[in-house]
């Protein structure tokens, strides 16, 4: 999807995977500033958006994700997990139920996959699942008080506020909403507050211990769903192989590890950069997923590029459960 919002001046488009929506609007640190401050808006509109409707929603999805969702509240913001049977991470949805459909908004191009997925598991319950990208977009608010808001669907979390506008509204809601900031800046401070993104902090045998989602996307207290035991496991007898950490880059140098770069520690190859950025207080920035047994303090090279690390996951996650020495 393109966004209409490019037509605001000094919008510079962005690249994959946030194509359609802009980088900067020519000033990224004062973007940054200001939507930190509590002032403006990012053009998420790129992000696919899937409706689940139907009086049997919320049981079948709380059967089926990592989330707690039986009983979700009206209007509640949730982030709940779709894991494979061995417990990798296949999709990631941003959700909130409006009394009467569930509605989720996921990365670029995931919403086919994911209602595939979850065509194939209704059998006979009364759900309905729509993929509703070519109809709506995300607007991300810096504050949940925006008039841009007012009458629609939103959810909160600790980046802004979620609007879901429908398409033909986005640049009218975004004029209401203040100052534009691109999704640079939008990056920057998902960065520096440490919260793992579907496909730059994830791949294909990412389980969700080793991003930090066991805090926020994983109820360890609920029922069956797919790939639960491999949770189970980890977090009862053993630690993840791999865990995020934070990056503090040279700044320095004149450029940004790219995602996928190599991080080395000691000349060995120990993880990969998931993203990185320019923050308008820490300087360069990053998040890498590294192996669990390098040590905490061990100075690190992020795409050739030098970085100290701080820990989001600690290298003792899981191992819950002690057992009696005799």
């Not at 982030?79 to 990631?92: A, I, K, R």
């Not at 998040?287 to 905490?296: D, E, G, Q, W």
Request: hydrophobic letters at 40%.
């Amino acid at each position: 999807m393109t966004s209409p919002l490019l037509v605001l001046p000094g919008a510079v488009p962005a690249d994959t995977p946030d194509a359609g929506v802009a980088l900067h609007y020519g000033d990224p640190f004062r973007e940054q500033r200001t939507y930190a401050g509590g002032d403006g808006f990012v053009d998420r509109s790129h992000r696919d958006v899937v409706r689940i409707s139907g009086p049997d929603r919320l049981s079948w999805l709380h059967s089926l994700m990592t989330q707690h969702l039986e009983k979700l509240e009206p209007f509640t913001a949730s982030t709940s997990l779709v894991l494979s049977p061995n417990g990798h991470v296949e999709h990631v949805l941003e959700l909130v139920d409006d009394g009467e459909a569930v509605w989720a908004h996921v990365e670029p191009g995931r919403a086919r996959p994911l209602v595939a997925f979850l065509d194939s598991m209704r059998f006979m319950l009364r759900v309905d699942v729509t993929d509703v990208t070519e109809d709506f977009g995300v607007l991300t608010l810096a504050s949940a008080g925006s008039p841009a808001a007012e009458g629609l669907l939103s959810r909160t979390d600790r980046l802004g506020t979620d609007v879901f506008v429908p398409r033909a509204e986005l640049v009218a809601r975004g004029r209401r909403a203040g100052p534009a900031a691109g999704i640079w800046a939008y990056e920057a401070l998902r960065i520096a507050a440490r919260v793992p993104r579907e496909g730059r902090e994830t791949d294909h045998r990412t389980i969700p211990h080793e991003v930090g989602w066991i805090e926020s996307a994983v109820h360890l207290h609920k029922g069956c769903y797919r790939g639960q035991e491999t949770v189970a496991r980890v977090h009862n007898l053993g630690r993840p192989p791999r865990r995020l950490v934070f990056l503090h880059l040279d700044g320095s140098a004149e450029r940004l590890p790219e995602h996928g770069d190599q991080v080395t520690a000691d000349g060995a190859d120990v993880g990969f950069v998931t993203s990185a950025a320019q923050h308008y207080e820490l300087g360069a920035i990053g998040l890498a997923l590294i192996k669990r047994s390098v040590p905490t303090d061990s100075p690190l090279l992020a795409g050739g590029i030098g970085a100290s690390q701080e820990v989001v996951v600690s290298p003792d996650a899981g191992l819950h459960f002690k057992p009696a020495l005799r």
